[in-house]
């Protein structure tokens, strides 16, 4: 299969699916460069692309083309709004890793790399700006993020500024030492270069809490279980951020990848006490994020010195009774 003979199927399958005339040619630009590179890299690599490999290449596209004129049909009488339609919905990527946990029990990827994404002082946007240039910075988020991964990768936008990528990963090519580090270096990679292509209003580097979590053909699980720990790892990403800048230091996004199964390995690297004062530090933030949106008259950062110090007198008052 020629790209010239995949676009005319892609035509041909979005036909009648509903779709506007931005939507159908957003969808095929997006998969004509997806083989593009896809064909690209097969080539740095060295390997020799036959009929057989982009008739695959071209197959596994159509099949994700309609997939996502699928799910932008459900959307559009759900009445739900999507960043843009080259991303994956929630339900999309539950699909999609279902579909690849099939694949995997019958040893065609050896290894699934769930990932959670989500982005660092996002609600300040909102609250210093306006929403049109939160909606704009996730809209990029979401341009980038899907330009940043390989082209067999998956991204989806689950909500707010919440995204998530699987990644294949063809395990027995790599020596097991090794795999952590490659997988790690792979999302970092997607991390930098999604980063170039968001501008905050602000001028400041958007930076993202990132966690993920291996899925290997011998475990057995839900989309959500596996989810629910790459989230965990990504929350993890974030007190990171907390602990390193209470210590007078500030940590890339992509120096702060976190894996699920390497929590307390992460965690014993900082003092039981600080762990708990970045917890604390981060959900007293967002509770006087919650409070300024009940008092509008104050902003947010008078808001959080004045509960701060109120925060700070409750504590000296509780070590003094216990002295």
């Known amino acids: 299969m020629t790209l010239a003979e995949f676009m005319r199927q892609a035509e041909s399958r979005l036909q009648d699916k509903g779709l506007t005339t931005e939507q159908s040619a957003e969808l095929k630009e997006h998969y004509k460069n997806t083989l593009r590179r896809f064909y690209k890299r097969k080539r740095h ?7 057989e490999i982009i008739t695959a290449a071209c197959n596994n596209a ?36 279902e579909s690849a946990r099939t694949k995997q029990k019958s040893d065609q990827i050896t290894v699934l790399v769930l990932i959670s994404m989500d982005l660092d002082d996002f609600k300040q946007v909102n609250d210093n700006f306006n929403h049109e240039e939160g909606d704009r910075i996730l809209r990029e988020m ?14 989806a936008h689950y909500s707010g500024d919440e995204f998530g990528c699987l990644l294949p990963v063809a395990g027995d090519k790599i020596e ?3 795999l952590q580090e490659k997988i790690e270096e792979v999302i970092s990679r ?3 270069k999604t980063q170039g292509g968001i501008q905050r209003p602000d001028g400041q580097k958007q930076e993202f809490s990132v966690g993920y979590r291996l899925v290997t053909s011998q475990e057995s699980g839900s989309f959500e279980d596996y989810q629910k720990d ?43 006490e600080e762990l708990k004062v970045a917890q604390a530090l981060r959900s007293f933030k967002r509770a006087a994020d919650g409070l300024a949106e009940a008092l509008p008259g104050i902003s947010p950062e008078d808001l959080r010195k004045k509960v701060g ?14 002295t």
């Not at 110090?309 to 003094?320: K, M, N």
């Open 190 to 192: 997607i991390v930098e």
């Open 309 to 322: 110090d109120f925060f700070a007198s409750l504590v000296a008052e509780g070590r003094q009774k216990k």
């Open 142 to 155: 979401g341009n980038a993020l899907a330009a940043a991964v390989r082209p067999d990768d998956l991204v």
């Open 62 to 97: 159509l099949g994700h083309l309609e997939e996502l004129a699928r799910q932008l049909i459900v959307d559009k009488e759900e009445k739900a709004e999507r960043l843009n339609p080259t991303l994956l919905s929630k339900a999309g990527m539950r699909r999609e890793f």
């Open 45 to 51: 690599q060295g390997e020799e692309i036959g009929p």
């Open 230 to 272: 790459a989230d965990a790892a990504a929350n993890f990403s974030k007190i990171i951020r907390v602990l390193e800048e209470n210590r007078g230091t500030q940590v890339a996004s992509a120096d702060r990848v976190i894996d699920h199964g390497l929590l307390e390995k992460y965690a014993a690297q900082y003092q039981t």
């Open 176 to 178: 097991p030492e090794k």
